[in-house]
């Protein structure tokens, strides 16, 4: 970790569009793992798996870490509409960049979202999917009146994210406030303060249940019942959509399985990559 970074540096690469993305990778062997973070202000690859992709790396898989434009040390362009393809489009780059040709996604809400497009659009390139209350599968309203996502747009927009008011907000995302840290904390607000406002202002995910029959892969869901930004229903709609989907449902828990529920998350998905 360099002086005047907040999470640990790992590697960058140039995408042929320009971008430069930031990823951590450890492991080896089998289908790589590709790790999709959500969008909350400050949030990387490493602050949201930090607890998990060391633990699959140690499983003997090849893990891929990656911070979306916008977010972590990677680009933040400020004139960048930051619409679902967008980042569709700069996830294929850096996969073909690393000649990463078939894989395993998971992700968490916005992270969720790209993993179900990125599926849809190359199902051969997905094996499996694995989502953690993901995007997309509800309209923007329904979105917007979850408490979560107000609270996120208020400060975010405002440029209120001081100390308190991130502590705040991340204590939205989970059902008990200790996983909270001073150290979560102190990943998030640099980056925060970094980030462009148009990250969130120009953010579109459509609403791609009606498309959810089209996935191709085995897919394994996981939702809080406490969820305060992506509502459980979405899960009915995974379980109704997908023909290949099973989904857990977790009491105690809000919109971040991984973390409260780490090794729940990470015994049941080295399992499922095992069937």
């Known amino acids: 970790m360099t002086s005047d970074s907040p999470i640990p540096v790992g590697r960058h690469v140039q995408l042929r569009s320009g971008l430069t993305v930031h990823y951590h990778e450890a492991g080896s062997g089998g289908l790589p793992v590709v790790f999709l973070h959500g969008s909350g202000p400050g949030a990387s690859g490493y602050s949201n798996f930090k607890h998990n992709y060391p633990v699959f790396a ?6 891929i870490v990656p911070d979306l434009p916008g977010y972590g040390l990677s680009s933040k362009p400020a004139d960048a509409e930051y619409v679902l393809d967008y ?18 996604l998971i992700g968490n809400s916005l992270g969720g979202a790209i993993a179900i497009k990125y599926a849809l659009d ?21 979105y917007f009146a979850m408490e979560g996502i107000q609270q996120m747009v208020k400060l975010f927009a405002g440029r209120q994210l001081d100390d308190a008011n991130m502590r705040g907000l991340m204590s939205l ?3 008990d406030p200790a996983h909270i840290t001073d150290e979560l904390i102190a990943e998030r607000l640099p980056v925060a303060d970094s980030q462009p406002t148009t990250v969130l202002s120009t953010m579109r995910v459509p609403n791609m249940t009606e498309r959810l029959h089209e996935l ?32 857990l449902l977790i009491n105690r828990c809000g919109h971040w399985v991984m973390v409260e529920h780490r090794e729940l998350f990470n015994r049941e998905c080295l399992a499922f990559f095992e069937e």
């Open 173 to 175: 995302l989970v059902a």
């Open 216 to 247: 191709a892969c085995p897919v394994l869901a996981f939702w809080g019942t406490g969820d305060r930004f992506n509502p459980v229903s979405g899960a009915h709609k995974l379980l109704d959509h997908c023909p290949e989907a099973r989904c």
């Open 58 to 63: 140690a499983h003997g898989h090849r893990v």
């Open 87 to 104: 980042f569709v489009g700069a996830l294929r780059e850096l996969l073909q960049e690393l000649d990463i040709r078939r894989c395993i």
């Open 122 to 142: 190359y199902p051969s390139d997905v094996a499996r999917l694995v989502l953690m209350a993901p995007g997309g599968v509800e309209e923007r309203d329904t």
